[in-house]
């Protein structure tokens, strides 16, 4: 079952980014989501499946 993901919610991720941080925001969602690292502010536009498997919590917009 696919993820529900918005845009606008926070996702932490198991896998950090080369900045240190862990927690990306949703820009995009689709086949691909885009998603902006909330530490160092780099966008990636990443494969749904593979940002599904990396998720290890959302921290819903609300
Ligand atoms: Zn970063």
Do not use: A, Q
């Not at 990306?24 to 689709?30: F, K, M, N, V």
């Not at 902006?36 to 917009?61: D, F, Q, S, Y």
């Amino acid at each position: 079952m696919p993820l529900d993901l918005r845009v606008g919610d926070i996702v932490k991720l198991k896998k950090k980014h080369p900045c240190g941080g862990y927690h990306w925001e949703i820009s995009r969602t689709g086949i691909d989501i885009g998603l902006r690292c909330l530490c160092c502010g780099r966008k990636v536009l990443v494969p749904r499946v593979k940002v599904e498997r990396n998720i290890k919590l959302i921290i819903k917009k609300d």
